[in-house]
C-alpha cells in the first residue's frame, strides 16, 4: 500500500505561482508512475499531469508551458510546480500513483485526500 499526502495549496493571484508536494510513505515509489489530477466544482476530474518512474513527463495542454511536474525518488516526493496561474486552475488537485496504462486516463491504484488552489482574477 502506497499513502500520499499532498500538501501546497492555496490562495494566490492571477499570475502568480505555487509548489504542490506530494509525499508518499508505505512503499518506495521509484517504481510508480506518478500523476496529479484536479477537479473543480461541478466539472470531472481530469488529468493535469504525470511523470514515468524513468522522469518522462506528460502535461494536460491546458497546462503546458507553466506547469512543471517533478519527482525526487531519495524523499519519496513529487512535486507540481505551477506558474502563470489563471483563476481557470482553481481546483481541488490530488495526487496518484500506480503503474497505469494510460498517462492520461490511468487507471492509478493510490490516491492523495487532495489540496485546494484557488487563483482570484
Known amino acids: 500500500q502506497v499513502q500520499l499526502v499532498e500538501s501546497g495549496g492555496g490562495l494566490v493571484q492571477a499570475g502568480g505561482s505555487l509548489r504542490l508536494s506530494c509525499a508518499a510513505s508505505?512503499?518506495?515509489?521509484?517504481?510508480?508512475?506518478m500523476a496529479w489530477f484536479r477537479q473543480a466544482p461541478g466539472k470531472e476530474r481530469e488529468f493535469v499531469a504525470a511523470?514515468?518512474?524513468?522522469?518522462?513527463?506528460y502535461y494536460a495542454d491546458s497546462v503546458k508551458g507553466r506547469f512543471t511536474i517533478s519527482r525526487v525518488n531519495a524523499k519519496n516526493t513529487v512535486y507540481l510546480q505551477m506558474n502563470s496561474l489563471k483563476p481557470e486552475d482553481t481546483a481541488f488537485y490530488y495526487c496518484a500513483a500506480g503503474r497505469p496504462s494510460n498517462w492520461y486516463n490511468g487507471p492509478y491504484d493510490y490516491w492523495g485526500q487532495g489540496t485546494q488552489v484557488t487563483v482570484s482574477s
Open positions: 511523470i514515468s518512474w524513468s522522469g518522462n513527463t
Open positions: 508505505g512503499r518506495n515509489i521509484n517504481t510508480y508512475a
